[in-house]
C-alpha cells in the first residue's frame, strides 16, 4: 500500500488520482455526491473545495492506493479549535475495501500521531452512517473485529460540529 497525503491542491499528481478514482458508482446515497466528487468543487462541503480553501492547511489529507496505485481510501484531519482536532474528516473508501478497516490500520495511526498536541481528537459520523457511532457506544462492529485503535474512543453524543449536528466519538490524548 502506499500512503500519500495533501494539505492544498498543489500536489497536482495526488489531486488527480483522487479527481479520477472518486467516481459517482462508489456512493449509494446521491446526496453525498457533492461532497466528493470533483464536478461539484465549487461546494464548501466538497473535499476539493476543503483543500483550496485551506481546511487541511494545519492538518493533512491521506490518500491510500494498493501497490498498483489505485485508490482505497482516504480520509483527513483538521483542527476544529484549540484544544480539539477532527479526525477521519471527509471518509471515503473505495466499495472493495469496505468491512476491511483498512482506514483504522493504515491511516488512522498517523492521525493520531499528528495530532497530539491538541487535548481531544474527536470522530464525527451523521445519521445516515450513524452504525459508526453506535459501535463506540457498543463495541461491536458491524462485520468482524475494527482494529483496537478505535477502543481509544468513547462516544460523547451529539454536538453541532462546523453547522451541522453529529454524533461524535472522542480520543483523548492525555
Given at each position: 500500500?502506499n500512503?500519500?497525503s ?24 446521491e ?7 470533483y ?52 471518509m ?34 451523521n ?6 457511532y453506535?459501535?463506540?457506544?457498543t ?6 473485529n ?10 460523547i453524543?451529539?454536538h ?15
Open positions: 500500500m500512503l500519500y495533501l494539505t492544498n491542491l498543489n500536489n497536482a499528481s495526488t489531486v488527480d488520482l483522487l479527481r479520477n478514482s472518486i467516481t459517482a458508482d462508489m456512493f449509494d446515497k446526496e453525498l455526491l457533492p461532497n466528493y466528487l464536478e461539484y468543487k465549487d461546494n464548501p462541503a466538497n473535499l476539493f473545495n476543503n483543500l483550496a480553501a485551506g481546511r487541511y492547511t494545519y492538518g493533512r489529507y491521506y490518500v491510500l492506493t494498493d501497490d498498483t496505485n489505485k485508490f482505497v481510501a482516504s480520509a483527513g484531519w483538521h483542527p476544529y479549535n484549540n484544544n480539539t482536532a477532527l479526525a477521519l474528516t471527509r471515503l473508501v473505495a466499495p472493495n475495501y469496505r468491512a476491511t478497516y483498512v482506514v483504522g490500520k493504515e491511516i488512522l495511526p498517523s492521525i493520531i500521531k499528528e495530532t497530539k498536541q491538541f487535548e481531544r481528537v474527536w470522530i464525527t459520523c445519521e445516515y452512517n450513524r452504525a459508526i453506535d459501535w463506540f457506544s463495541g461491536k462492529s458491524m462485520g468482524g475494527w482494529p483496537s485503535i478505535y477502543k481509544n474512543f468513547k462516544p453524543g451529539q453541532l460540529v462546523n453547522h451541522t449536528l453529529q454524533y461524535v466519538a472522542e480520543h483523548t490524548n492525555k
